[in-house]
Structure formats: C-alpha cells, structure tokens
C-alpha cells in the first residue's frame, strides 16, 4: 500500500519569493516514483515535475525543483519566484514501478495563494 | 490537438437516478482512469483500465460501473447506489508501455451534483 501526506493544508506567499510545498510518502515498493501536479480553480490537472526513487539528481523543471530526500521519505516540491498564476492546488503523488500497476495515489493537496 | 475530453462540465440529476459520464481521448492511451474528487480528499481511484475490455476495481468502485469496449472511451456510471455522487470527477489516461515517468495526462472533469 502507498499514502501520500501533505500536512498544509493552505500556504501564503508574496510574489517573487519562493515557497516550499511539503510531501511525505509511504510505501513498501523498492522503486517508484513522485510526481507533483497543480490544479487551479478550472479544475484541471497540471502535471508539473517527477522524481524517480533512484535518480541520483533532485528533479527541476523551469522555476520548479523537488527536495526529494530518500532516508526521510519527502519529496517536498520548490516553486522559485512566485508569480501570481502560480495560486492553485498543488497535489503529490506517488506510483509504486514493482507492483505491476501504472495508477497513481495522490495526497490531499496544498492550495497555495500568491499575493501582489 | 490530443486530448482528454470529459462532457458535459456540469451535471445535474435527482436522487436514484444513474448518470453516465463521457470520457474521450486521442491520444492513443492504452490505460484510462477515474478519480473522484471531494474537498479535502485530494483524488481516489475508482475504476482503471489498462487494456480494451479490461478494467480494475480502484479504492472507491461501490456505487460505480464502467465499460472499456473501445481504446478512446472509458464511461462512467454513477449507479442510484452510490451514497454520495456528487463530486468533481477526473478521467484521464497513460502513455502505453511500462514507462516510469509517465505522468497521468487529465480531463478537464465533470462536475456531478445530485439533489
């Protein structure tokens, strides 16, 4: 079985500064991998960033990076600079790559608001 | 462009009746799936499907049914046994093969109200 943790459920940030999401999992799987997606109040879902359990390079994708730390199970996502389209939700997920199934578990989601 | 289509964006039906939602997609994915979204829950799964004629129970099926009979479709069926059907719900689908980094591509979702 896999969980997803996302213990904020909202987060403020001003314009331009740079915020960190938190993401911690659990899994028995020896491979798999996170992903992180954003989903803004039209309700589709972005996929934005994925970080394979052994990569040995944290992932960045554009003003997006991911902390992942192994040994503590997190994989935290870095939004750089903020900008104002950046308030949405932001969800992590997580796949288990051994168990033969291709479908993600999500957590509860993070909803970010950028002020000016 | 390729996509995901989900009709219609909102729905709206009475209590004990079932409601089928739409989901279309070209962009030649075997698997599809359907998430439901309720607030504060982030998305549970509830039916896959990886293969034509194939589909898997998720973490939440009771109440629900789907059929797989062509690889661009995968409808849903909120059935009157569903004890709380109203909800966003998300159909999407992946890239065929085994591939790790393969990301869920999403609908825009439906979102079902049921008074």
């Known amino acids: 079985a896999q969980k997803i943790t996302q213990t904020q459920p909202g987060m403020f940030v001003q314009e331009k500064e740079a915020v960190t999401l938190d993401c911690t999992y659990d899994t028995s799987d020896p491979s798999y991998g996170l992903f992180w997606y954003k989903q803004p109040s039209s309700g589709e879902m972005i996929f934005l960033i994925y970080q394979g359990s052994y990569d040995q390079q944290n992932a960045t994708e554009g003003r997006y990076s991911l902390n992942f730390q192994k040994a503590r199970k997190s994989a935290n996502l870095v939004i750089s600079a903020s900008q104002l389209g950046d308030s949405a939700m932001y969800f992590c997920a997580m796949r288990g790559l051994n168990s033969g199934y291709s479908t993600l578990t999500f957590g509860k989601g993070t909803m970010l608001l950028v002020s000016p | ?115």
């Open chain 2, 1 to 115: 462009d390729g996509g995901i289509t989900q009709s219609p964006k909102y729905l709206f039906r009475k209590e004990g009746q079932n409601v089928t939602l739409s989901c279309e997609q070209n962009l030649n994915h075997d698997a599809m799936y359907w998430y439901r979204q309720d607030p504060g829950q982030g998305l549970r799964l509830i039916y896959y499907s990886q293969i034509v004629n194939d589909f898997q129970k998720g973490d939440i099926a009771e109440g629900y049914s789907v059929s797989r009979e062509k690889k661009e479709s995968f409808p849903l069926t909120v059935t009157s046994a569903q004890k709380n059907p109203t909800a966003f719900y998300l159909c999407a689908s992946k890239k065929p093969g085994q591939v790790n980094n393969s990301p869920l591509h999403f609908g825009n979702g439906t979102r079902l109200t049921v008074t």
